[in-house]
C-alpha cells in the first residue's frame, strides 16, 4: 500500500488538473480499493513461498552433493551370507578399519593376573611304554575320528559363556595344529615364502583356499600392528577360556595365556570342565568384504563360520611338544571349527590393535607361534562329540 502524499501514490485527477493546482495545495489520493488489498495480499504470498521453496531446494542440492555415493553395506562373515549382525556401513570408496596408533597397555592399574602360571614342565609322553600323560591337542578332528586315548572325562559341549568361562587370551598358529580332512590338511596350500619370526617358526597344515591368480590372496596388505602376517596364508587362531579369569574386569586378557587361565585363586577344581579353547582357522585375504570388527572376542559364529564344531578334551599345544614330548596342562576342552574361511587382514590387524590397548602386555602374542606335530592317535581322547553351532559370547 502507497504512502500518503508522493508520486507513487494513486491520484484521482488527471495531468492538466495538476500543473493548474497550487504548489502549496498537496493532492488529494483516493482511497484504495479492496481490489488493491487483494492484489497486494495475493503478491505477499507468492513471495512468502518463493523463499520457502527456495530454501527447501538448496536443502536438497546439498543432501544430494553430501550422498552422490550410494552407501556400501559390507557384510563382515567370509561366506559373504546375508547376516549383518557384525556389518560394517561405509562409502564405496576405499576404507581403512584399522587404527594407525595404538597406545600399548594404555589402561592403567595393577595387573591382578600378573605371574599367576603355574610351574607345570613339559613332560615324557610314553614311560615304560606306557601313556604317561593325559589327552593331548592338536588332533584330528576330520567328522567320525575317534581318538585311542580312553578317558573317564566328558568336554564341554555347551557354549563355554554358559559355563562361567570368559576369553582370557588370542594368539594364532602358523598353519594349522589340528587336521580337518578336505579343509585343512596335507593337501592345503600358500604363499612360496613366509617371513621368518625369531629365526623361524614350525608350519602346520594349509587350507585350500589360496589362488595365486587372484589379487585377494597375493596383493600385499600394510600391517600396522601385527608382526610378520602374509596374505594368503593360515592361520589357526586359539581363544583360551577359563572359568578363573578376571572376567568383565580390565585384567581379563593376559599374555601369556596361563596368567589369565589360573587367575583368581581358588576356583578351578574340575580343569576339563571349567578351562576351555577355541580354535578357528583361516586364510588370510587382502579384501575388506571379509573385514571382522572383533576377533579378538572369540570364535566367529556367522553362517557357516562355527557351525561345524568338534569338541574333546586335550591338552594345552605350541612346538615345544611333539609325541616324545607332552604337555602336562591337561584334561582342557577344545572346541574347534573343522571349516577354514577366510578373513580379511585387516580384521587380523584390528585385532592386534585391540590387543595393544589391553592392560596386560600382549606384544609377545602379535606374531604367529610355531604350530605342533599333529598329536599320534594314542594321545588323542576317544570323547570327540559334534554340533552344529556355537553360541558366541558377549565378553
Known sequence: MAPEGNNHGI???????????????????????????LLLIILLVIAVCSIIMVGELGSVIS???????????????????SSTNNAVVTTSESVDNVPDVVQSSSVGGTNVCAGKKPDMPNTECIVDAMVNVGPQSGANVTKGFVGGLEV????????????????????????????????YDEAGKGPSEI???????????RCHHFDENDSKFTKPFDWKHCIGMAVGETYEVHWPHSAAGACG???????????????????????????????????????????????????????????????YTGSTTGSSRDNVVCSAY?????????????ISASSFDKMCADMKAQRDDMSLDLHAHGSRDLVDDQFVANNQHDRLRLLRASA
Not at 271 to 298: C, H, K, W
Not at 330 to 342: A, E, L, N
Open 11 to 37: 491520484v484521482d485527477v488527471d495531468d492538466h488538473e495538476l500543473k493548474k493546482a497550487s504548489p502549496m495545495a498537496p493532492p488529494t489520493s483516493a482511497p484504495p480499493s479492496s481490489q488493491h488489498f
Open 330 to 342: 591337561s584334561p582342557i576342552t577344545w572346541q574347534v571349527d573343522r571349516k577354514c574361511h577366510m
Open 63 to 81: 543432501f544430494a552433493s553430501k550422498n552422490s555415493e550410494p552407501a556400501t553395506v559390507i557384510i563382515n562373515n567370509g561366506d559373504q551370507s
Open 152 to 183: 573317564d572325562h566328558v568336554p564341554v559341549t555347551t557354549p563355554y559363556w554358559q559355563n562361567g568361562m570368559c576369553p582370557v587370551n588370542v594368539h594364532w598358529h602358523l598353519g594349522t595344529e589340528h587336521l580337518s580332512v578336505g579343509e
Open 195 to 205: 617371513e621368518e619370526i625369531d629365526g623361524g617358526v614350525d608350519q602346520g597344515y
Open 249 to 311: 574386569t580390565p585384567n581379563q586378557y593376559q599374555t601369556p595365556f596361563y596368567d589369565g587361565v589360573f587367575c583368581m585363586d581358588g576356583v578351578l577344581t574340575d580343569t576339563a570342565s571349567q578351562i576351555g579353547v577355541q580354535a578357528q582357522v583361516f586364510t588370510i585375504v587382502n579384501d575388506e568384504s571379509y573385514f571382522y570388527p572383533d576377533l579378538m572376542r572369540g570364535m566367529v559364529v556367522d553362517g557357516e563360520m562355527g557351525s561345524d564344531v568338534a569338541k
